[in-house]
């Protein structure tokens, strides 16, 4: 059963169209990353899902549930664009808090606390107010504040801004760790890194729109549609042996010991190097070359720098 | 409960504000005035008779209660107004309305915050003015508890309608609007006064419909009505008495009103994009 499921979800700030036809769906224990230029609508998207803003049109269930189910908020956890709480809290003292309304018991809260400060490294800082705390720090906490319950759903808008490297590489971890928890995540971002190490299938919105949905293979772009380029370095190629490839690719450009390749499908790619080997060539290497994200991005996005 | 925990934290979020501080050396300045004022009247040769010097001393405690009931109002107002609105405006509400318990109960259980909060105050400060009188004149006030409970429910509709407008507002707004509705209500209640006592039904009329609006004023003169000298028709020519005594119709109306602005607030609240 999919965590999330969003049909045709809209939404209007006065005239202005924000989120159009949002459709998707995410299944457990799926890394999602949600991309997109700044304006684009991926907060907006999360605030609807998270019942915190109105959809103007659509439907969408969470955990199974209608928007604005107040009971499955206990399995779902969100880090704000923006994290901010009353600066007079002690870092501690604000994990516990939300524990508490998260719906765990007083003993509960205080272990996972002192758990979660320690995983986002503010072990040393507990007792600090949050007034005193630099922007990466609150980040950190409010990281901490999302997991500690946890939930089977994880939504993080920007998890990373502010952070340093450190920070960072924090991320990339609990995010695996939540997979193999078996927690969904949303992810937001427009850092194409981020998205790249650790998602499993990533939407590229603009506008308001989902313009397209790449599953990602070891933090590469799945080929979109059919073809993918290879480059190919083997010794003891010839005419006749490169005839032979007619069934699954077509040569690009041949010479020497360099040779280019348009196989059609990504699945025929086994068959391909084994038939090469198989007539007699000497491969030395064999590239498949997949779009990267930021090509990707570029490509369906856009590279305007403007809004 | 949920809702407790947010009344709790509230609270406290209240308690550490540098308003609350202020609020409580002004309230111990004002307190130690009115002790001082209290110690030096009828020293000397002129000390009037007793009979005036009861009613002079009724007089002074509506005095020193009108003061409470005035801070009382200002700190519902001034403590309320960056809760809802300021937390919408800073985002940190999203962390909170997010959790497992309905919007509802997130805004009731600030209210609650503030609502002890303010009981405290009030209790404290009605206290204190008591104290004060009983210890230098033996003067035991008559219903202090009605009073001091209509004291509080004239800072709970500030309250209210602050968080109110907090709801469709920025904090520096709904502070005006709600002190601009006391105001009215304050000087409607006036209009009413010298409408009574010099016989003018028309500025009665407006009186009555300002309280409407805003029925602070009529519950601190409710309050003010029990306080008064026993003495019959004697308050009249106080400042701070009661030429025209709001009836208990009046306390019902401003418990519905109450009700129907804090039913509104979580229900606009419960609605709205955050
Ligand atoms: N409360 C609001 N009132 C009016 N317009 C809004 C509001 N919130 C967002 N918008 C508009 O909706 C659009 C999408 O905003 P949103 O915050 O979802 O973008 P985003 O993709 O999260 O961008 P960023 O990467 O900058 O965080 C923007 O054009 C923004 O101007
Ligand atoms: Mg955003």
Redesign the interface.
């Known amino acids: 059963m999919a965590v999330i499921r969003a049909e045709g979800l809209y939404k209007f700030f006065g005239s202005k169209l924000a989120v159009a036809n949002l459709t998707l769906e995410i299944a457990p224990g799926e890394i999602f990353g949600f991309l997109g230029p700044n304006g684009a609508g991926k907060s907006t998207s999360v605030?609807m899902l998270?019942?915190?803003?109105?959809p103007s049109g659509g439907r969408a269930t969470v955990l199974g549930r209608p928007l604005g189910d107040?009971?499955?908020?206990?399995r779902?956890g969100?880090l704000?664009?923006?994290?901010?709480?009353?600066e007079?809290l002690t870092a501690a003292e604000l994990l516990r808090?939300?524990g508490?309304?998260?719906?765990l018991d007083r003993r509960t809260a205080r272990q996972r606390a002192a758990h979660w400060l320690d995983r986002v490294g503010l072990a040393a800082h507990a007792g600090q107010r949050l007034g005193q705390f630099s922007k990466g720090m609150r980040q950190r906490l409010?990281l901490a504040?999302a997991l500690l319950h946890d939930p089977e759903l994880v939504f993080l808008d920007e998890p990373t801004s502010g952070l340093d490297p450190g920070g960072r590489w924090l991320v990339r971890e609990i995010l695996r760790e939540q997979r193999a928890r078996g927690a969904a995540v949303f992810l937001n971002s427009h850092l194409l890194g981020e998205v790249e190490s650790t998602c499993d299938r990533v939407a590229f919105l603009r506008e308001g729109e989902i313009r397209a949905v790449r599953p990602l293979v070891h933090g590469a772009l799945a080929a979109a549609q059919g073809s993918v380029p290879v480059e190919v370095r083997a010794g003891g190629l010839g005419a006749e042996l490169l005839a032979g490839l007619a069934p699954w690719a077509e040569v690009v450009a041949w010479a020497g010991d360099h040779l280019r390749l348009e196989v059609r499908r990504e699945a025929d790619l086994p068959a391909v190097a084994q038939y090469l080997v198989a007539g007699g060539a000497a491969i030395f290497a064999f590239t498949p070359r997949r779009a990267t994200l930021e090509e990707a991005f570029a490509a369906i996005v856009g590279r305007e720098a403007g809004l | 409960m949920?809702l407790l925990?947010?009344a709790a934290?509230t609270l406290r979020?209240a308690a550490?504000r540098k308003v609350l501080l202020a609020a409580a050396l002004l309230s111990a300045g004002y307190l130690a005035l009115f002790a001082l004022g209290v110690a030096t009247q009828f020293r000397g040769p002129h000390a009037p008779a007793v009979l005036i010097r009861q009613e002079i001393t009724a007089s002074l405690l509506q005095l020193a209660l009108y003061g409470v009931s005035f801070l009382a109002a200002l700190l519902a107002i001034v403590s309320s107004l960056e809760t809802v609105a300021g937390e919408i405006g800073?985002?940190?509400i999203?962390?909170?309305?997010?959790?497992?318990?309905?919007r509802w109960q997130l805004l009731l259980g600030k209210w609650l915050g503030f609502a002890a909060l303010l009981a405290g105050y009030v209790a404290v400060m009605t206290a204190g003015v008591t104290l004060v009188l009983w210890l230098g004149r033996g003067y035991a006030a008559p219903h202090l508890f009605a009073a001091a409970a209509l004291i509080w429910s004239e800072a709970l509709v500030l309250l209210t309608l602050t968080l109110w407008f907090a709801t469709f507002s920025s904090p520096l707004a709904s502070g005006v609007a709600a002190l601009g509705l006391y105001g009215l209500a304050f000087i409607g209640g006036w209009v009413e006064q010298i409408g009574a006592l010099t016989g003018h039904p028309g500025a009665v009329r407006v009186g009555i419909v300002a309280s409407l609006i805003c029925p602070s004023e009529e519950l601190w003169r409710r309050a003010s009505y029990l306080l008064r000298s026993p003495l019959p028709g004697a308050s009249r020519f106080t400042p701070f008495g009661v030429a025209s005594a709001p009836s208990g119709a009046m306390v019902v109306y401003a418990a519905v009103y109450l009700a129907a602005i804090l039913a509104l607030a979580l229900r606009h609240f419960s609605?709205r994009?955050?």
């Not at chain 1, 998270?50 to 109105?54: C, F, K």
């Not at chain 1, 704000?80 to 009353?86: D, G, S, V």
């Open positions: 605030k998270l019942g915190l803003a109105r107040v009971a499955c908020r206990a779902i969100f704000p664009e923006h994290f901010r709480f009353y007079w808090f939300h508490r309304l998260a719906g409010g504040q | 949920k925990l947010i934290i979020e550490r800073s985002g940190a999203q962390a909170l309305a997010t959790k497992p318990l309905p609605c994009d955050l």
